[in-house]
């Protein structure tokens, strides 16, 4: 009779759930939903900016902000798919679309890039990210900040967590596993929106894998 680990001998659904705090990839994508944090403010910056320059266009002034902030556009849409690309498990591949000025002249590769379906793409991404900043600052800060003060509840006098003020041993106690129960969920959280999160570059930002005369991102 072959002898089994304490480990092995867990159910498969309980494994699952407590084996994310181990899993590498789980804080790859942590790390890369904690990063969207002031990346998407800085995106949220320049989308406004192109805003303006879209409704002063009308009076010429506002023409050059527009194609700064779309020529930007294209920059931070390569930017997205190198940081998906090291810390997602994605493998976008750079559009065939891109120009470079020596070859086709300033003006007509503004034109491209204004005509390219790959330009309006990624600045879908980065609107959807700018949006998607404050969705995970709410989620992951909520999550990790109330799964840290349950556990570490018993070397405090006296601590609230989502309404529920714990001041004695019993609830002390009742509250560490609690607060461990609440990172997990917290970590699995993380995994599921980098996992819509991939989902989305992959179909807004490249080519998913290796073809022919794509460039790595």
Not at 105 to 120: A, I
Not at 171 to 190: I, M
């Amino acid at each position: 009779m072959s002898e089994r680990t304490p480990f092995r001998s867990v159910p498969g659904s309980v494994r699952s759930f407590v084996g994310v705090a181990a899993e590498r990839q789980t804080y790859r994508n942590l790390c890369y939903l904690l990063l969207a944090i002031p990346i998407g403010i800085v995106y949220q910056f320049g989308l406004t900016l192109g805003f303006l320059g879209a409704i002063f266009a009308v009076v010429l002034v506002g023409i050059p902000i527009l194609l700064c902030t779309i020529v930007g556009a294209r920059y931070f849409a390569a930017f997205e798919r190198r940081l998906a690309n090291r810390l997602l498990t994605t493998d976008i591949r750079r559009p065939a679309d891109r120009r470079t000025v020596a070859d086709d002249g300033l003006v007509s590769t503004l034109v491209e890039l204004v005509r390219s379906q790959t330009t309006w793409k990624g600045v879908g991404f980065l609107v959807l990210k700018s949006v998607f900043s404050f969705i995970v600052t709410f989620l992951l800060l909520l999550g990790g900040i109330g799964s840290l003060a349950l556990v570490l509840a018993p070397v405090s006098s006296s601590t609230v967590v989502f309404d529920w003020e714990i001041d004695t041993v019993a609830e002390s106690v009742v509250a560490v596993p609690l607060g461990v129960v609440l990172g997990l969920v917290t970590l699995h959280l993380a995994n599921w929106i980098a996992e819509i999160t991939e989902t989305l570059a992959v179909a807004l930002l490249g080519n998913q894998g290796e073809s022919p005369g794509y460039d790595p991102a």
